[in-house]
């Protein structure tokens, strides 16, 4: 059964400071979203990493994905209040698998 | 990005009624749609696979007579949750997939459904 783990499940960070969000999956995969959700709300898509090394940037937001080491990293720079919701990522493996959850609270 | 279309956005129903969802992909052809349920401060737990014309596939765990789902055109899959309990209550999000190509393997979300059953 694919597992997809979240670390850490909560996170309280003040504004300015920097920190990474991890995922780790436990089976073959080249494919991981990263989606963001406020209360109440739905999904928003963040980030599409489809191959082995690919890094991709938006804003304060740098997403990567190590496929040998069955990884993929979320990092915040300078993190602001706006910034504050539930980050998932989810691995493709044809259906995808959703990981635990970051909750993230940015504090003033 | 593409656009999916979920309805309603909530419902409260009664216990012991049935209650249906649509989730419509409205500027492509989803031949794959996925169903999840999500709980309160937990994570989206996917709970069928539907495919446009076939029976869907469940996850271990879930009860197929309970929750209907139809995949009747490569736009709209429909879940209905029959004789609802409180315990059903929840938020529930659809996903639908255009054709995969190379390149192109990202899924679309709906906005999501808030049922709560009284």
């Known amino acids: 059964e694919l597992k997809v783990e979240q670390n850490p499940l909560f996170l309280s960070m003040q504004e300015g400071k920097n920190y990474t969000i991890y995922c780790n999956y436990s089976t073959t995969s080249d494919r991981l979203y990263w989606y963001r959700q406020d209360p109440g709300k739905s999904l928003e898509s963040l980030f599409v990493?489809?191959?082995?090394?690919a890094v991709k940037q938006e804003g304060r937001l740098m997403a990567s994905l190590d496929t040998k080491a069955r990884l993929s990293t979320l990092h915040i720079t300078a993190a602001v209040h706006d910034l504050s919701a539930t980050y998932f990522c989810?691995?493709?493996?044809?259906?995808?698998?959703f990981g635990t959850g970051t909750r993230l609270k940015v504090l003033a | 990005g593409a656009v999916v279309s979920q309805h309603p956005s909530w419902v409260i129903c009664k216990s012991g009624t049935s209650v249906k969802i649509e989730c419509r992909s409205l500027?492509?052809?989803?031949?794959?749609m996925f169903w999840y349920r999500q709980f309160p401060k937990q994570s989206l737990m996917l709970m069928a696979t539907s495919n446009e014309g076939s029976k869907a596939t469940y996850e271990q765990g879930v009860e197929k007579d309970k929750f209907l789902i139809n995949h009747a055109s490569l736009t709209l899959s429909t879940l209905t949750v029959t004789s609802a309990h409180p315990e059903d209550s929840s938020f529930y999000i659809c996903s639908a997939l255009p054709p995969r190509i190379p390149g192109n393997t990202e899924a679309f979300f709906g906005q999501g459904t808030r049922l709560t059953v009284v």
């Open positions: 500027d492509f052809q989803a031949t794959t």
């Open positions: 989810a691995v493709d493996t044809y259906k995808y698998i």
């Open positions: 990493l489809l191959s082995n090394g």
